[in-house]
């Protein structure tokens, strides 16, 4: 299985500024997507991170929201722009090394926004 | 209706109990079914994997698909307090279609095992 680092584990933002979550993998991937899950709720797919191309966003998330970057095989950053209380969730980044394999977790990062 | 269905509990039995968690889905292309384990304050960790209809055993855990009846089940056997968390059931579809290798979740059953 994959090791897949998040930074940071935790922050708590002022509403208006932005954050940037970085996600690492120990080796490479195929596959790498960001989730959210808000408080006493279960995983919601943000985005699909594309390595060297844009992102494929799910419906209800846009890219001047939430725009990701993922420069490389073992890489992606995910950013909260201009931050609101209800953005206040966990962030989980997760990978696949194909469709008929499995998928896990990082360790997520807990924002919250006040 | 959502596409996966799942009793969100709570659960709560004693030591050594055999415990049932399940999950209903509708989307008929579904083929790849996880179970996960997610401590408070942690990601969710992956317990059990399968592809397809069928059982597949693991130590204490032990997970059913029935592709027929859209039903998966996980099952943990003499269960301990350490088991307590939140089970999440997640599966994804085959090739093909917009959200390549994307996983749906179920609203997750909290357990509790008490001693």
């Known amino acids: 299985s994959a090791v897949i680092s998040q930074k940071p584990s935790r922050d708590i933002c002022q509403r208006g500024t932005s954050l940037t979550i970085q996600c690492q993998v120990d080796s490479q991937v195929t596959m790498m997507f960001w989730y959210r899950q808000q408080p006493g709720q279960s995983l919601t797919l943000i985005a699909t991170a594309n390595q060297g191309s844009e992102a494929t966003y799910e419906s209800g998330f846009v890219i001047d929201k939430f725009p990701i970057s993922r420069p490389n095989l073992t890489f992606s950053t995910l950013t909260v722009s201009n931050m609101s209380p209800e953005d206040s969730s966990i962030y989980l980044c997760s990978v696949r090394q194909g469709i008929s394999t499995e998928a896990f977790f990082g360790q997520g990062t807990r924002l919250t926004v006040v | 209706q959502k596409e996966v269905e799942q009793d969100p509990g709570p659960l709560s039995v004693p030591e050594g109990a055999i415990v049932s968690l399940n999950c209903t889905y509708s989307n008929s292309a579904f083929q790849y079914f996880m179970w996960y384990r997610q401590y408070s304050r942690k990601g969710p960790e992956l317990l059990m994997y399968?592809?397809?209809?069928g059982n597949k055993e693991d130590g204490r855990f032990t997970a059913q698909v029935d592709k027929s009846s859209k039903y998966i089940s996980l099952f943990i056997r003499d269960s301990q307090p350490s088991d307590s968390a939140t089970y999440l059931c997640a599966m994804s579809a085959g090739a093909g279609g917009t959200s390549y290798g994307k996983l749906t979740f179920g609203q997750g059953t909290i357990l509790t095992v008490h001693p």
């Open positions: 399968t592809y397809s209809s």
